[in-house]
């Protein structure tokens, strides 16, 4: 079975040896090309700073990693269009899956090659129990209640969802810091 990750994306890339930080996706080709890529869509979130929203299944970074004709046409038409690198800088978490991470996909078109560098990894429970501690205390008391299944079926939803706009909040913070301290090459 496989885990839904949430993520936040900022999309970059290189052409004639220089980072571009316009929108990629203006382009209907590569729109198509990069959001075909994706496990369920992509979209933004902030579009004034083209931060996107997209899910990943398991680990994020498997949908560029994975051979495939969707990939395959990613660098036929990125080559086309004169692109050397796509940046894909990311933060995906999941409470399943236990975990915040924050990395650089990057998608070199010249040598046909994908790699992924995890630049921090945060653990997401620890997190959670640390915001709510400080400003959810009663969150906080009914989290052994939720993990032991105490809680009511709309208690179980209530909870979920206040956890997840916790935690939506914060990753996204913690991702706009640190889209400011990437450097590219």
């Known amino acids: 079975m496989s885990e839904q990750t949430d993520v936040y ?3 970059k890339y290189k052409k004639n040896g220089k980072i571009y930080e316009d929108d990629l996706l203006e382009d209907i080709d590569m729109y198509d090309a990069l959001s075909d890529m ?10 004034d700073k083209l931060i996107m929203r997209a899910y990943g299944r398991n680990y994020y970074a498997l949908c560029f990693q994975n051979e495939s004709e969707l990939k395959d046409y990613l660098f036929e038409i990125s ?11 990311y933060c995906e978490y999941s409470y399943i899956m236990e975990v915040i991470r924050y990395g650089i ?10 790699t992924v560098n995890i630049e921090k990894e945060e653990k997401y429970i620890e997190i959670f129990k640390k915001i709510a501690k ?8 009914n989290y052994e209640k ?3 299944d105490e809680l009511e079926d709309d208690e179980v939803e209530e909870y979920e969802d206040k956890m997840d706009e916790i935690m939506r909040k914060y990753s996204l913070k913690e991702f706009e810091k640190f889209l400011d301290k990437i450097k590219l090459k």
């Open 9 to 11: 994306v900022r999309i």
């Open 38 to 47: 994706e496990y369920n869509g992509i979209y933004y979130e902030i579009d």
């Open 79 to 89: 080559k086309e269009k004169g692109i050397e690198n796509i940046y894909y800088i």
């Open 105 to 114: 996909i990057n998608i070199d078109i010249v040598n046909k090659k994908v």
């Open 134 to 141: 400080k400003s959810y205390p009663r969150l906080l008391e």
């Open 146 to 148: 939720y993990i032991d």
